[in-house]
């Protein structure tokens, strides 16, 4: 598990943030879109009502209840897409494919321990600043405790950045999340600072040059900046749990419901096809990334010698002969023939094709010699057919 989840400074937080986020871009940006969409439509029609109310009867009243509405749709639907996003990320750490509709199934069923923590923290939010102004008004003394209050804020804000976090995959109520999250920042708490304040200033630079655009850009901004908080935060949680508690990929398995020897299971071929058709797009680095993946995953659940290993090895090896990456594919191809021969034997079918793309490689590579015994194999072994 620590190879996965090793990011251990700033710099390891931030890469593996962005290669989370351009790995799931588009994904990541529907299951926030999910949310924040929606809530620009409810407030532009609540509005449009609003102004319609207001024209005929001359009161605004009717703000009130619209704004009820509005807060009521947001306690419910702000941790519902939070939580989606955290169990987004948890699955990449067993290099599963992000599936939106489990990442949503799964928040909303452990969706009350996050409304709850979302209550609690805003409730501190508010409480602490009021209180401490109040008793500072009253002994007139009120700039020091304003002072005093937000320094105790920000203290106790990053104490808790933790609680969606621990609320969504150790399913614990709120008060003992609030517990929980402290813990884990104890002895940690200027590096969970300092990492969390480069993530929000990301984020909040990111919304506002897009909030320049008119009408749209606030949503936009919104939309592609929450993710980034949220995977870097996520990071760190688990960063944090192996860092203390040595914890596992079993352990990961469990919290996200997943069967023990079965997180791996046909997540290459996922992988491989999402690699094809970045390939089709022209997007050659991000394809052979994919195949990398998946080339990892197969050989951690299946064995480095399985028929699954080769089909890779030779995708990968085929990849690599089109970026003119020859010495790297004609290895692979060299992998992938030994694993076929083992099971097959040297004659059969698969192993020609095998034998067949190496000789390409090798006359590309202006290896003539090693190309013509390569086909000269082939045609023997045709002939025997």
């Known amino acids: 598990m620590n190879s996965i989840l090793g990011s251990s400074t700033l710099g390891g937080v931030l890469r593996e943030t962005y290669r989370i986020y351009r790995r799931n871009f588009l994904r990541l940006l529907v299951i926030v879109a999910i949310v924040q969409v929606s809530m620009a439509i409810l407030v532009y029609v609540l509005m449009a009502q609003f102004t319609i109310t207001q024209e005929k009867i001359g009161s605004v009243t009717s703000f009130i209840p619209m704004g009820i509405i509005i807060l009521a749709y947001s306690i419910l639907a702000v941790p519902l897409m939070v939580g989606a996003l955290i169990h987004a990320v948890s699955e990449q750490y067993l290099r ?6 489990q990442a949503y199934r799964f928040a909303w069923g452990r969706l009350g321990a996050l409304i709850g923590a979302m209550i609690l923290v805003a409730l501190v939010i508010l409480g602490i600043p009021i209180t401490l102004t109040f008793i500072g008004s009253t002994l007139r003394v009120g700039p020091i405790f304003m002072v005093a209050g937000f320094c105790i804020l920000i203290y106790f804000l990053f104490r808790w ?29 200027w590096r969970v600072l300092g990492i969390t304040l480069v993530l929000f200033i990301i984020t909040a630079v990111t919304s506002a040059i897009l909030g320049i655009i008119p009408v749209l850009g606030n949503t936009m901004g919104g939309i592609l900046s929450t993710p980034i908080v949220t995977i870097g935060s996520t ?19 469990g919290e996200l419901n997943i069967k023990p020897g079965l997180s791996c299971t046909k997540v290459w071929e996922g992988l491989s096809t999402e690699a094809f058709t970045l390939y089709q797009q022209g997007q050659l680095p991000e394809a052979a990334e994919r195949l990398q993946d998946a080339l990892k995953v197969a050989e ?10 080769a089909t890779i090895l030779s995708n990968l090896a085929a990849l690599y002969r089109s970026q003119g990456r020859y010495s790297d594919s004609k290895h692979l191809y060299k992998r992938a023939l030994t694993i076929r021969e083992k ?14 793309n190496m000789a390409k490689c090798c006359r590309e590579m202006g290896e003539e010699d090693a190309a013509e015994k390569l086909e000269a194999r082939v045609r023997k072994i045709k002939v025997g057919m």
């Open 96 to 101: 599963q494919t992000i599936d939106i509709g």
């Open 300 to 309: 951690e659940a299946l064995g480095p010698d399985h028929l699954d290993v």
């Open 343 to 356: 099971t097959y034997g040297p004659d059969h079918p698969d192993v020609v094709a095998v034998l067949e």
């Open 161 to 189: 950045a933790f609680i969606w976090q621990v609320a969504l995959m150790e399913n614990i109520g709120p008060v003992a999340a609030l517990s929980r999250s402290s813990a884990l920042v104890k002895n940690n708490w």
């Open 235 to 253: 990071l760190l949680y688990y960063d944090l749990r192996v860092r203390k508690e040595g914890y596992s990929s079993e352990s990961l398995e």
